[in-house]
């Protein structure tokens, strides 16, 4: 496991740029550095575990979270004043916060205008 440290700019968090070659590093690091140097509190549930390997050059703070938690497939969701990163997956303790709710209004057709809908699913979501 290596260490890495960060550059940034000053300004605003979102808008600090980081520069660092990450390889193999542990993604709870990496996520504490970045956490560290932007000056946001960024908390990631039990489920974030792995390495990365990655290169960013001048990258945003929330571009820097999207391309190192990419390739475990882990997001990342804003909140009012932090950061929670987590799996999607229903089981997971931080799916509830990170899953955005959406009602969507259909127009209304006569059922010969419907286009089929998709099969329910089945079982959890």
Not at 115 to 120: A, D, H, I, L, V
Request: charge should be positive; include cysteine; glycine fraction near 6%.
């Amino acid at each position: 496991m290596k260490s890495a440290a960060w550059a940034g700019e000053a300004g605003r968090p979102a808008n600090k740029l980081s520069s660092n070659a990450l390889m193999d590093t542990d993604i709870r690091n990496v996520l504490s550095d970045i956490s560290a140097q932007a000056g946001v509190t960024i908390i990631a549930d039990e489920s974030v575990r792995g390495h990365v390997n990655a290169e960013l050059k001048n990258v945003p703070l929330e571009k820097a979270l999207e391309i190192v938690l990419a390739a475990g497939g882990y997001v990342v969701s804003k909140k009012e004043d932090y950061y929670l990163v987590g799996s999607a997956q229903p089981q997971t303790p931080t799916f509830a916060a990170l899953s955005e709710v959406r009602i969507v209004k259909l127009a209304r057709r006569p059922p010969s205008r419907r286009r089929s809908c998709p099969p329910r699913r089945s079982g959890p979501m």
